[in-house]
Nanobody, 122 residues
Framework: QVQLVESGGGLVQAGGSLRLSCTAS????????MGWFRQAPEKQRELVAA???????IYVDSMKGRFTISRDNAKNTVYLQMNSLKPEDTAVYYC????????????????WGQGTQVTVSS
């Protein structure tokens, strides 16, 4: 079992920045691909970014340039730096983990965090 705990969400004005963190426990963190998803009200959950166990990042084209995913294996933590935030970025952001990168990218991963709310005001 892998437990994922997100933090760092909150209310921010448009144009501002937030950094989300997701700390994992229960298994060897460096063996796992990680990802961030988001779900806005009445919308489907969507991939924001993923990062392979080896550290290679993958971004959704629409978010490339504003969001940066990174990981610190020594801290068992994956981060999502979000800059130039827009009201349409408002959503619950979820951390995801799986041994297989493709599973994270496709949203079929084994483990999810509980989510953290990000609200961007205009």
């Amino acid at each position: 079992q892998v437990q994922l705990v997100e933090s760092g969400g909150g209310l921010v004005q448009a144009g501002g920045s937030l950094r989300l963190s997701c700390t994992a426990s229960g298994r060897t963190f460096s063996d796992y691909a990680m990802g961030w998803f988001r779900q806005a009200p009445e919308k489907q959950r969507e991939l924001v970014a993923a990062i392979a166990a080896g550290g290679t990042p993958i971004y959704v084209d629409s978010m490339k340039g504003r969001f940066t995913i990174s990981r610190d294996n020594a801290k068992n933590t994956v981060y999502l730096q979000m800059n130039s935030l827009k009201p349409e970025d408002t959503a619950v952001y979820y951390c995801a983990a799986d041994r297989v990168l493709h599973s994270v990218v496709s949203g079929t991963n084994d483990y999810w965090g509980q989510g953290t709310q990000v609200t961007v005001s205009s």
